[in-house]
């Protein structure tokens, strides 16, 4: 199992505002913190704008911070968002593709299961989970 990109960006970006809600921050400072593209970050954050997980101040010294207490800010349910509803393997889809092991086949029930224990674990976590050691955290990401 792995989470796209999409979804680790959604939460370094979260991180990131987690540690600096004194004040608003920039995609281009969000980017060259991570060395991560700021195209694939203009993604993220809209999704997280429209979510109402961030809020964007636009214009001569706007940027993003967050809409909501770290602590408010539960991990499954931001996984989930950023995943997307698209089934794991194709058998579990609305409109299933044909398979001939279907009938047969327990792999569906597996992975279902997997997937609902990777959730149900990221739901006990919070932003603030996250960055519980601040210090640390600033310090490797300012270093440029």
């Not at 214009?59 to 997307?84: C, N, Y």
């Not at 299961?113 to 674990?121: G, H, V």
């Amino acid at each position: 199992m792995r989470l796209t990109t999409f979804s680790d960006y959604t939460l370094r970006v979260l991180m990131f505002l987690a540690l600096s809600r004194e004040r608003l921050a920039t995609i281009p400072e969000i980017a060259a913190a991570y060395e991560i593209s700021e195209n694939h970050l203009m993604k993220v954050v809209h999704q997280l704008a429209r979510a109402g997980v961030i809020e964007s101040v636009r214009g001569k010294g706007g940027g993003i911070r967050l809409a909501h207490p770290p602590e408010e800010i539960h991990l499954g349910q931001i996984v989930r968002a950023s995943e997307g509803s698209a089934p794991i393997v194709e058998c579990l889809a609305d409109e299933p593709a044909s398979c001939r092991i279907a009938p047969a086949c327990r792999l569906a029930a597996v992975l279902s299961r997997a997937f609902e224990t990777l959730y149900a674990t990221l739901d006990e976590y919070t932003l603030a989970d996250l960055v519980r050691t601040p210090n640390r955290l600033k310090a490797i990401l300012t270093r440029s």
